[in-house]
C-alpha cells in the first residue's frame, strides 16, 4: 500500500503556488475592489463640495454623478467575482487536501482507534482543513489585496509629491506591518494559556459525560459542577482579557487611520494653499482615506488570528509522519513494482487466500520507534485453516500489536505474516481476510436488517433472516414492532449488550471472511449472557481460524492453543489440558476465573 502524494509537502505553500494564478486574480480583483470604494468617496467628495457651490447647470456635475453610480456598482460586481475565484480557487485546493488526508488516513484504518482519538479524526476531517481554507479566504487574500492597494497608493502619491508619499509609505507600513506584530506577539502567551484552560474544561466534561453515573452514585456532582464552573471561569476570564486586547487593539488601529485622515487633509490643503488643486478636491482626498488604510487594518487583524490556524497544521502533519513511516516499512519489506504488476499480484493473492485461512507468524518482532523496547519479540505462531487460539496477558504486553501485525495494519520489522503462504501486507489483498467482533460493536440508527447487511450490503433479506437464526435473535426480531425494519435507535439503545454483540456476530457470517479476531467481545456482559453468547459464536463460527483476544481464561476449553504475553513475548502456551497439567500459575489464574472449582 503505497503513498501516492509526496508527504514530504507542507500543507500551505505547495498549494499557494499550484494555485497561484487564481488567488492572485482574486487578489487583484479584490484590490479593485477597494480601489472601486476608494474611488466611489473619492467622487462622491468632489461632487458634494461641487454641488455645495451651486453650479448653474448641472451638466457641470454630470460627470461627477455618472463616475458615482459607475465606481458604486463596480464595487458590487468586482467584489462578487472576487468572493467567485477566490472561494472557486479555495474549494478546488480543499478538496485535493481532503483526498490527501484520506490517503493519509486510510492505510491506517486498520489501527484507526489507537492512533488517534474521535475528536482528533473529526477535527482532521472537517475543521483543520477549514481552517486551513481560512488561511487563503481570510488572512492570504486580503493581506495581497492590501500591498497591491498599499503599493499603487504610494505610487499615486510619488507622483504627486514625494516627500508626502516617503512619509504615507511609513505610516501605511506601521499600519500593515508593524502593529498587527506587536498585537500578536503581546496576545501569544494569552492565547496558549486559553487553549489550555478550554482544553482541560472539554476532558472534565467529556470524563463526566462518560461517567455520569458513576458521579451520581457517589453524590459526587456538586463537586464535579463547582469544579467545572470555576475551570470554566478561567477560561472565560483569559478569553475576556484576549477580547479585551483584541478591542484595544482595533480601536487604536482606528485612531491610525483617523490620524491618517488628518495628515491627508492637511497635506490636500497644502496643496490647495498652492494651488496646485482646485478646493472642490480636498474633501475627496480627506475621503478616500477611509477604505484604503481601512483595508490595512482588516489585513492586519487577519495577521494576529494566524496563530488559531497553527494546531491545524500540527495535526495534519502528524497524520502524514505515521504514514509515511508506515509506507516506509511496508515498501522496505516489499521489492518495487510496476502498477500492473502489483495488480496481477493482488488478484493471485486474493484468489489464494479464499482457499482458507491458515495463519503463519515466522519470528515476528516489532517495535514502534528504533529508540523503544521492542512491543513484540520473536513471535511465532501457526494457526491452521479452523483452528483457534487465545492471546492473554496484562495490558501493555503486546496482544494489539500482535494483533495489528496479524491483520497489516502494521508490518513486522523481523519475520513475516502471511495467510495461505502470501503475506499479509500484499496490496489490499489482506481487506477479505479477516472479521472483527470487539468489544463495543456500532448500532446505527436504522433498521435492524440495515445493520446486519453492514457485514454485505447486497445480502437478500433472506440472507439476513438465515444468519440471524443462526445466532439466536430470529424470534426476538420477529417480535419487534417492524420486524427487521425496525428501527434500532441511537447506538442501538433498543437490545441489551449480549444482543447488540449477536447482531454485529451476524455482521461476521455474511461477511464469510475465514479469519475471525474476537477483540474480548464479551466484556461487560453478566456471566450467563456472557456463557451463552460463547457458545453461540463457537457453534456458528465453526471451521473459522479464531484469534480471540481475552484478560480472563472463561471458555479455554474450547480452545486449541492458549498463549500468555509479558512485555511483548510468550511466557507460557499450550492446551488448557497441557496448561492445567504442567503450569501451577495457569492452575491458580483458572481458579481465580473460576471459584466454584
Known sequence: ????????????????????????????????????????????????????????????????????????????VIQYLELLVGHDAALRLVSRMRVRLYRAVEPQALMIRSKF????LLGLLAEDIEQLQNIYLKLVLPALSALLIYAAGILALGWMDGTFALLMALYGGFLLFIAPAISLWTSLAKRRTFKQERSKAYQE????????????????????????????????????????????????????????????????????????????????????????????????EAVVHAPE?????????????????????????????????????????????????????????????????????????????????????????????????????????????????????????????????NQQPYLFDTTVANNIRLGRPDATLDEVRAVTEQVGLGTLIDSLPEGYDTRMQETGLRFSGGERQRIALARILLQNHPIVLLDEPTVGLDPLTEHELMQTMFRVLEGKTLIWITHHLTGMKHMDEVIFMEQGTISMRGSHDELWREHTRYRHLYKLDHPSL
Not at 19 to 47: E, K, M, N, R, V
Not at 230 to 237: D, F, G, I, V
Not at 343 to 370: C, D, F, M, P
Request: proline share 3%; glycine share 10%.
Open 117 to 120: 482519538r474521535t475528536g482528533d
Open 205 to 300: 466534561l467529556t470524563d463526566a459525560l462518560f461517567g455520569m453515573s458513576d458521579l451520581v452514585l457517589s453524590g459526587r456532582t456538586g463537586h464535579f459542577l463547582s469544579a467545572f464552573t470555576q475551570q470554566h471561569k478561567r477560561a472565560a476570564m483569559v478569553e475576556n482579557s484576549l477580547r479585551r486586547n483584541e478591542w484595544r487593539s482595533h480601536w487604536l488601529a482606528q485612531c491610525l487611520v483617523g490620524g491618517g485622515i488628518v495628515t491627508m487633509t492637511v497635506w490636500a490643503g497644502g496643496l490647495v494653499a498652492q494651488g496646485r488643486i482646485e478646493a472642490t478636491w480636498l474633501a475627496s482626498f480627506a475621503l478616500v482615506t477611509f477604505p484604503l488604510l481601512d483595508a490595512f487594518v482588516r489585513a492586519g
Open 309 to 437: 490556524y497553527q494546531d491545524s497544521l500540527r495535526r495534519l502533519k502528524d497524520s502524514e509522519k505515521d504514514t509515511s513511516a508506515f509506507a516506509a516499512r511496508t515498501d522496505a519489506k516489499q521489492p518495487a513494482a510496476d502498477d500492473a504488476a502489483d495488480t496481477t499480484k493482488e488478484q493471485a493473492a486474493a484468489q489464494r487466500l479464499s482457499h482458507g485461512g491458515n495463519l503463519l507468524l515466522n519470528n515476528v518482532s516489532y517495535r514502534y520507534a528504533a529508540t523503544q523496547d521492542w512491543s513484540v519479540r520473536n513471535i511465532s505462531l501457526h494457526v491452521p485453516q479452523g483452528g483457534k487460539v487465545a492471546l492473554l496477558g496484562r495490558s501493555g504486553a503486546g496482544k494489539s500489536t500482535l494483533l495489528n501485525l496479524i491483520q497489516g495494519a502494521l508490518q513486522p520489522d523481523e519475520g513475516s505474516v502471511t495467510v495461505a503462504g502470501v503475506p499479509v501486507s500484499t496490496g489490499g489483498a489482506y481487506s477479505s481476510l479477516f472479521a472483527v467482533l
Open 1 to 76: 500500500m503505497r503513498a501516492t502524494d509526496n508527504n514530504s509537502q507542507g500543507w500551505f505553500l505547495p498549494y499557494l503556488k499550484q494555485y497561484f494564478w487564481a488567488f492572485l486574480a482574486a487578489a487583484l480583483l479584490g484590490a479593485l475592489s477597494i480601489g472601486c470604494a476608494g474611488a466611489l468617496l473619492f467622487t462622491s467628495g468632489h461632487l458634494i463640495t461641487r454641488s455645495a457651490l451651486k453650479p448653474e447647470n448641472i451638466l457641470m456635475v454630470y460627470v461627477p454623478i455618472v463616475l458615482v453610480r459607475t465606481f458604486g456598482f463596480s464595487k458590487a
